[in-house]
């Protein structure tokens, strides 16, 4: 069973950047589509960001052209570079396969405020 640790998160203005990165356990990371999903407080889970095994990448209308995924496999570690933070990108952030297939970890807080 793969194990996900995400990090990075925390509390920043509108406008600002963060980095967020998750280590996934296993060797099969490399084979699979890795994904970032974000859930705020009273709404479901929402997918933010696709990278596939081979690096191509797809992301909704709402982060796009604002939030950059990619990956390391020799790390096993997947990153997500979001930039120009609006209040509404306040959530927990998570990672997983696309589509998910492990354990959610315990995710990592992001909070857009001023």
């Known amino acids: 069973q793969v194990q996900l640790v995400e990090s990075g998160g925390g509390l920043v203005q509108p406008g600002g950047s963060l980095r967020l990165s998750c280590a996934a356990s296993?060797?099969?990371?490399?084979?699979?589509?890795m994904a970032w999903y974000r859930q705020a407080p009273g709404k479901e889970r929402e997918l933010v960001a696709v990278?596939?095994?081979?690096?191509?990448?797809n992301y909704p209308d709402s982060v796009k052209g604002r939030f950059t995924i990619s990956r390391d496999n020799a790390k096993n570690t997947v990153y997500l570079q979001m930039n120009s933070l609006k209040p509404e990108d306040t959530a927990v952030y998570y990672c997983?396969?696309?589509?998910?297939?492990?354990?959610w970890g315990q995710g990592t807080q992001v909070t857009v405020s001023s």
């Open positions: 296993g060797s099969i990371f490399s084979f699979n589509a």
């Open positions: 990278i596939a095994s081979g690096g191509s990448t």
């Open positions: 997983n396969s696309h589509p998910p297939m492990w354990s």
